[in-house]
């Protein structure tokens, strides 16, 4: 166990340094990709806002949907966190060679590595809130602020699981970049990334809470910005728990019969 | 020790005809050819000893010792190193094991070396003590002490390869798998870390394979070669047995102002293929027929400079093969 958390820990400081090397890079495109996604909502809701003549939609005011679009679309980064290929690009290119040699568990040294950015991006999402609560005058408080964030790092360990399922399909497949597209964009409309969800129609809102995806990224930034929320943190939590079985499990499986395919190619 | 009997591994390969009826063809049905990367393939190395496997690109090689390092699975056989089964990936394997790969790197490209090693320190919770002092002694001898805190991708490839080495050697493996260690290197730098490798057996002792298409690596580094063809040893021995069944050739060398045509055709005649390099003409000759060949060289043309040697170990292991296939 604790040589598990060094080795986690070792993989995030290594991949933080990685970062450090290329910060330009991280940076700018996170800034950049953010920044569009706010500007686009923000024009939209404001032609909305204004068209209806309201001050209000769905229990949104434009100052709330604003801050909504700019964690919600933190998180997103925060979930999404390296990108695909984690895994993939180490079974295609050979890569993961090196990593059946060392005597540690890889998916917990995959893990680290995912977190970097992760805890990166977070730490820009704390920042932000004390900007919305000095110029926005948002309703946050210590304890929703401590529940949405342990909230988002169990959201990014479940999708972790769920990608590297996919990531792992790479063993038979010669592409998953379309699965794990596919998977991101079912994730951003069911998570209410596009939309938040109270604005979807009835069937389909009900239909969605089937999936993972609300409890992943809407249910979290609902709590965090201190929004009235139809799930506890305690409630949410359990699923993310009960998710994190599931996935791993499957990902267990698929390793587990993925592994007799690998080829070692690279060598 | 490295036990390995009636080892096979077979890989299926998907194939796809030419044509644009056949590509629509294979989105309904994949069609596979299987193909035999190992066939029976038996071997034994004790500790302190030290393989080179050799043989044509595809004749295995690099299957074999992913296999032993627990990459990828037999399909059929057993295994067994360090009385551990590869496969089952167990740490008290792992933590004994190295590979050396000089086609692929297992540092950080965009980090100094330094970082990746206080990792591996990590990875194989080595003591503080034993890593300063591993770590010292590895840099000190490969010479790149200097560039530990320089990122990755900025050593040269020698400088890389060596880098690569001290990460392969911190943890003290009691198992050493070399993959083509001296690739792409120049002279200087292969010499350098054959030399390395020669201290290290001494000191160490551990079990050693090295797959090298660099003859010298072989001939300076191991006294026993099992040569591979097509998936199987068909050689396993000292190298000096093979060198002395199949290195009774000597290579013939001589200077010559003549027209290249007639000593080729009176090559020819004699059954043998010669090399030219502007004025200079190489030929490979049996010792038996070495005599006469020259004989009839000197009563017929004009040469100077003349020199026999032995040939490289090249030469021995092609006439092997060569002779093996005909038989």
């Known amino acids: 166990m604790k040589k598990n958390l060094n080795i986690f820990i070792h993989a995030f400081t290594i991949e933080l340094r990685k970062v450090f090397a290329y910060k330009l890079e991280f940076w700018a495109s996170f800034i950049f990709s953010t920044a569009a996604m706010v500007i686009v909502s923000y024009l939209l809701w404001q032609s909305i806002f204004e068209l209806n003549q309201v001050s209000q939609m769905k229990g949104y005011t434009l100052n709330a949907l604003i801050i909504y679009y700019f964690c919600i679309a933190i998180t997103h980064k925060i979930l999404v966190s390296s990108g695909m290929g984690i895994i993939s690009r180490d079974i295609y290119y050979g890569d993961l060679n090196k990593y059946l040699l060392y005597p540690v568990n890889y998916q917990i040294f995959k893990l680290g590595t995912y977190f970097t950015k992760s805890l990166l991006y977070l730490s820009v999402l704390l920042i932000s809130l004390i900007g919305f609560q000095i110029f926005l005058s948002a309703n946050l408080n210590f304890l929703s602020i401590v529940q949405g964030i342990i909230l988002i790092l169990s959201s990014t360990v479940t999708f972790f699981f769920l990608t590297s399922i996919l990531e792992l399909l790479a063993f038979w497949a010669d592409h998953i970049w379309s699965l794990g597209i596919m998977i991101r964009s079912v994730m951003a409309f069911c998570g209410g990334f596009m939309i938040p969800l109270s604005f979807f129609p009835e069937s389909i809102y009900n239909f969605i809470h089937y999936t993972p995806f609300p409890y992943l990224l809407y249910y979290p930034i609902k709590l965090l910005t201190n929004q009235e929320s139809s799930y506890s943190f305690f409630t949410i939590f359990s699923i993310h728990l009960f998710w994190i079985i599931v996935f791993y499990i499957g990902q267990q499986l698929v390793w587990n019969k993925g592994k007799y395919k690998y080829t070692g190619v690279g060598i | ?327």
């Not at chain 2, 394997?93 to 330094?114: H, T, V």
């Open chain 2, 1 to 327: 020790m490295i036990k390995v009997n009636n080892l096979s591994k077979t890989f299926k390969v998907p194939t796809k005809q030419a044509g644009l009826k056949n590509a629509f063809k294979s989105l309904i049905k994949k069609e596979y050819i299987t193909k035999t990367a190992l066939k029976d393939v038996n071997l034994k190395v004790s500790k302190g000893e030290i393989l080179g496997l050799v043989g044509s690109n595809g004749a295995g090689k690099t299957t074999l010792v992913k296999i032993l390092s627990g990459i990828i699975s037999s399909s059929t056989g057993s295994v067994s190193v360090l009385g551990f089964d590869p496969w089952k990936r167990k740490n008290a394997y792992r933590e004994k094991l190295s590979l050396i790969m000089g086609q692929k790197a297992q540092l950080w490209w965009d980090l100094p070396a330094a970082d990746s090693y206080l990792l591996l320190k990590e990875i194989y919770q080595i003591e503080d003590q034993r890593f300063k002092k591993n770590l010292q002694k590895l840099t000190d001898y490969l010479g790149v002490k200097d560039q530990l805190n320089v990122p990755v991708r900025k050593l040269s490839l020698g400088e890389r390869m060596k880098m690569e080495l001290v990460a392969a050697l911190l943890h003290d493996p009691q198992v050493i798998f070399l993959d083509e260690p001296t690739i792409g290197l120049d002279i200087i730098s292969q010499k350098a870390i054959r030399e390395f490798l020669k201290e290290y057996m001494i000191e160490h002792n551990p079990i050693m394979i090295l797959t090298s298409h660099y003859m010298q690596d072989i001939e300076e580094l191991c006294p026993r070669l099992a040569l591979m063809r097509a998936g199987e040893i068909i050689y396993d021995g000292p190298l000096n047995e093979i060198k002395n069944k199949f290195g009774d050739v000597r290579s013939l060398k001589f200077d010559i102002d003549h027209q290249r045509s007639d000593l080729e055709d009176f090559f020819l005649k004699k059954n043998l293929k010669m090399q030219c390099t502007q004025n200079q003409v190489s030929v490979k000759v049996h010792i038996d027929k070495l005599t006469e060949v020259m004989k009839d060289l000197l009563n017929n043309f004009t040469i100077s400079n003349i020199q026999t040697s032995q040939v490289d170990i090249d030469t021995v292991i092609e006439s092997y093969l060569s002779y093996e296939k005909k038989s």
